[in-house]
């Protein structure tokens, strides 16, 4: 139930306002003068505040910068028995919902209070959203204990607080869009748009026009318009994922924009001005796509004032069981699979691999590992095939049992079933044996 903090130094008045808001379904406080309704507002926290404009101990036109100041979320109609344009317009730019004349308005107070009490829930509904982003996309939300994370962590901390363009390098999937999210967000420009683009993605001609925009007319199928991504991203973030793989003649369109903040869309023949932070990325060596003549050395160094160096997942020790049992809490909940136990054969496992792919990679294992389990415990035989059988492979050459005869005829089972993707038959009449004869020793050997 909403709830209307209704301040009027005039009891009769207060009384009414009142009757009138509760017979709505709204829960009623009342307060006299400014002091009270400040206080009310602390004890009450109303969602509308319906005030008069002259009290007491104070002006409404003021009360409204203290409620404003104590409670953003609050709403604030003013109420007055002559009707003031100079006291109106100030009341508005002091945060006021709207300021109606009594009497000559009363027919308008309700459905005045129901669109303000709308406005006020969404004020709460944005502000959670906005600390749910800010947590979603705040640097604790980059989880390694690994020194190479935390250095590359600190710095992504200390450059988000500026407006030098980023240049973030290392292998793919190794986060680097979360760090941009994180250095965006934790910014001055977090209320202002993100903006990712993949520069791989798009030919060179699709490109310029997503990024930069153009002129109807301008090339056919240009029947209109079309703001580019910069534009969208004016005054926050854009992100170019995959910076290495732009087009070389779109990248002085790039250095352009670096140098002046300016570029002209396509079929434009007057610059287009946009204040844009630049975060780019790369999996490539830059040096050496200069020295083969693929990229800009000056757009180089404009992008990489400040450059962070993303670890791969195997020099970080110790984070992919960390990383683990977060997807794991991730995606139980997302897939409605409940996990009470990961057993320590299943995170063994997961550290003896190379990860080619890096978190990304880890992440889908998780997923697939999850969606493929029965019960609510997590163990090697959910992991796929070829990380199975390097863990088994693994633990066998370090076990004194390693040269015995079901040792390696569980290996070589093993490699059978990898070739077939998991077809039993297949497998069977591949080994020369029995179906039955294969699905006891698949359950003896725990394949």
């Not at 190379?354 to 997590?378: A, D, F, Q, Y």
């Not at 959910?382 to 076990?399: C, F, G, M, R, V």
Request: proline share 3%; charged share 30%.
């Amino acid at each position: 139930m909403s709830k209307i903090l209704v301040v009027d130094d005039e009891v009769q008045i207060r009384t009414l306002l009142s009757r009138m808001l509760e017979l709505e379904g709204y829960e009623v406080c009342q307060a006299g003068d400014c002091r009270t309704a400040l206080k009310q507002l602390e004890f009450q926290s109303p969602d509308v505040a319906l005030c008069d404009v002259f009290l007491p101990d104070g002006n409404g036109v003021d009360l409204v910068s203290s409620i404003k100041k104590t409670a953003p979320n609050v709403e604030i109609i003013l109420l007055t028995a002559h009707g003031n344009i100079p006291d109106g317009v100030q009341a508005i730019k002091n945060g006021a919902f709207d300021y109606i004349t009594k009497g000559d308005d009363n027919n308008k107070i309700i459905p005045l209070v129901s669109r303000a009490v709308e406005k006020a829930r969404m004020n709460v509904r944005l502000e959670k959203l906005e600390k749910k982003v800010g947590q979603t996309y705040s640097f604790d939300s980059v989880l390694g204990d690994s020194k190479a994370l935390k250095d590359a962590v600190s710095l992504a901390r200390k450059v988000s607080g500026t407006d030098v363009p980023v240049l973030l390098t290392g292998e793919t999937g190794t986060g680097k869009e979360v760090f941009a999210q994180a250095i965006h967000y934790n910014s001055k420009r977090a209320g202002q748009n993100f903006v990712a683009v993949n520069c791989s993605s798009f030919s060179k001609e699709l490109l310029e026009s997503e990024m930069f925009g153009h002129k109807a007319g301008s090339f056919t199928g240009a029947l209109k318009d079309k703001k580019g991504l910069f534009e969208e991203a004016s005054n926050g973030t854009i992100f170019l994922d995959e910076i290495g793989e732009m087009a070389f003649e779109l990248q002085a369109k790039l250095l352009r924009i670096l140098e002046t903040g300016e570029y002209i869309k396509i079929g434009d023949t007057k610059p287009t001005r946009v204040n844009v932070r630049i975060i780019a990325a790369t999996n490539r060596n830059l040096p050496e796509e200069i020295a083969a003549g693929r990229f800009r050395e000056d757009l180089f160094y404009r992008l990489s004032v400040f450059q962070i160096h993303l670890p791969p997942l195997r020099e970080r020790a110790g984070d992919v069981r960390l990383l683990a049992k977060a997807f794991v809490k991730n995606f139980s909940a997302r897939l409605a699979r409940p996990v009470t136990e990961i057993t320590p054969a299943f995170l063994e496992a997961l550290e003896q691999q190379p990860w080619k792919g890096n978190i990304r990679e880890l992440r889908n294992v998780i997923e697939r590992s999850l969606i493929v389990s029965e019960g609510e415990r997590l163990d090697v035989a959910d992991l796929p095939l070829d990380i199975q059988n390097a863990h088994y492979e693994q633990s066998d050459e370090t076990s004194p049992d390693s040269f015995e005869l079901s040792a390696m005829e569980r290996r070589h089972i093993a490699r059978v079933l990898e070739y077939t993707k998991g077809n039993k038959t297949e497998a069977a009449r591949l080994l020369k044996i029995g179906l039955t004869t294969l699905y006891r020793k698949i359950e003896e050997y725990g394949i």
